[in-house]
């Protein structure tokens, strides 16, 4: 299993970016909680966006409202779309990806990973 991401950039802030994560190897990707997370250099990382097998999404306080997660099943394509994008919101950029529903945003809970994609935001 393999996820590929892309989309990363540099922009300013206030600009907006999309992110996409297109998985290879799974067999049904319906079946998958998908998620966004982010690592800042010397940061910890952390969840941004989940999206469950239902459609349910759920945010980090601190990207509600700017940014929008969402799944095409017949794509096999899990999107990110950034607005208002701060110089916070540098970070590398991962997708991720469990078979266990989405009950938690801990990194530790998602089995499968991409190798991520890096946005620059510029003040």
């Known amino acids: 299993v393999q996820m590929v991401e892309s989309g990363g950039g540099s922009v300013q802030a206030g600009g907006s970016l999309r992110l996409s994560c297109v998985p290879s190897?799974?067999?049904?990707?319906?079946?998958?909680?998908m998620a966004w997370f982010r690592q800042a250099s010397g940061k910890e990382r952390e969840g941004v966006a989940s999206i469950d097998r239902d459609g349910t999404t759920k945010y980090a306080d601190s990207v509600k409202g700017r940014f929008t997660i969402s799944r095409d099943n017949n794509k096999i394509t899990l999107y990110l779309r950034m607005d208002s994008l701060e110089p916070e919101d540098s970070a590398m950029y991962y997708c991720?990806?469990?078979?266990?529903?989405?009950?938690?945003?801990?990194?530790?809970?998602?089995?499968?990973w991409g190798q991520g994609t890096q946005v620059i935001v510029s003040s």
């Open positions: 190897g799974y067999s049904y990707f319906r079946d998958y909680c």
């Open positions: 991720a990806a469990t078979r266990s529903g989405c009950y938690s945003m801990s990194s530790s809970w998602f089995e499968h």
